[in-house]
């Protein structure tokens, strides 16, 4: 156990009680496969290169550098939707903001475990959340024990909990996040600062949706609410948009990290809600032998993880995380 976890626990609440059968995952790149969708049809014109680059075993971000020095350009001027795993097969989009001046030679962008299918323009830079989903092809190897009823309750929906690869290794996101809201520690990186802020309150919700998922009110629409589905805090500035007994459960779970809220409404963000509910779109199962093959599609911000922790317990090949976004 870390000393994250004894501050802040990561024990969060299952949807059908703790899993006993278990399996593993990440054995290989291919056993965890992600593909993009965009949602809509670059118009083949515009100021922003846009490339459909398939990955095998390469990060995200580590992608987007080297586009910005083939490129020439800044690393602010390429964009993409989400992180995607580093050890997978993932298909995403990103774009270059090339508006004039020679076209880059794309036959020369040779990058080890990089494919790229696609290329066109846009009218736009794409930003976080900006497609419309993401479609897993997830491998699960040597299953042990019985999933019972596991499988046929995941379609209906599972708790919309931000996987815990966000907290960091160890849970040391939530060590920084005391250090930054708390003790007023200046994290100049940019882009470190906001890892933390978010790690922060993508925790006081899920403590929320756990203690919601314990009192068996997950997938209700409290009074007080807001929208026409069971919302969760994500907290910062603002007027809190919940009253009633809504705010009464976040009150009450919230009250010992009570330093973190005040500190989250001085950073910048604003109040904002999620769902409390994860639903997987076109879930299915296949068995293959004692391995379980799953696939299933997400809206942008959920997590993979949050449907696999309903079904059985993980034994990771690999500490990468699931940033598929």
């Not at 969708?37 to 990955?55: A, C, M, N, S, W």
């Not at 890892?195 to 009110?217: D, K, P, Q, W």
Request: charged share 25%; with cysteine.
């Amino acid at each position: 156990m870390t000393i994250a976890d004894n501050q802040y626990p990561l024990d969060f609440a299952f949807a059908c009680g703790e899993p006993t059968a278990r399996a593993f995952f990440r054995t290989e790149p291919e056993d965890f496969q992600v593909d993009e969708d965009l949602g809509f049809v670059p118009t083949g014109e515009g100021e922003h290169v846009y490339l459909q680059i398939r990955k095998r075993n390469q990060n995200t971000m580590w992608i987007a550098k080297q586009l910005a020095r083939f490129c020439g350009v800044e690393s602010m001027d390429v964009g993409y939707c989400g992180l995607k795993d580093r050890n997978a097969v993932t298909t995403q989009w990103f774009s270059i903001y090339l508006p004039k001046g020679p076209v880059p030679n794309w036959s020369d962008f040779a990058v080890e475990g990089t494919e790229l299918l696609t290329i066109t323009r846009h009218v736009r830079k794409l930003k976080p959340g900006a497609h419309r989903s993401n479609h897993f092809v997830i491998r699960l190897r040597e299953l042990v024990d019985d999933l019972g009823v596991r499988l046929e309750k995941v379609p209906d929906g599972v708790p919309n909990y931000f996987g815990e690869q966000r907290f960091g290794i160890g849970g040391g996101n939530l060590i920084e996040a005391e250090r930054l809201l708390v003790g007023g520690v200046k994290i100049k990186n940019r882009k470190q600062r906001g890892l933390i802020m978010s790690a922060a309150r993508s925790y006081l919700f899920n403590r929320v949706l756990s203690t919601r998922v314990e009192e068996g009110s997950w997938r209700q629409l409290l009074e007080g609410d807001v929208g026409d589905v069971p919302t969760g805090p994500l907290w910062g500035r603002g007027r809190l948009p919940v009253s009633g007994q809504t705010a009464a459960v976040e009150s009450r779970v919230l009250a010992p990290l009570h330093s973190w809220c005040e500190g989250l409404e001085h950073v910048g963000l604003q109040q904002e809600r999620r769902a409390t509910v994860c639903i997987p779109q076109q879930f299915a199962a296949q068995w293959q032998g004692h391995d379980l093959q799953l696939s299933f599609g997400l809206a942008p911000g959920q997590y993979a993880t949050a449907v696999l922790r309903e079904i059985c317990r993980l034994e990771a090949a690999d500490s990468a995380g699931d940033l598929s976004l």
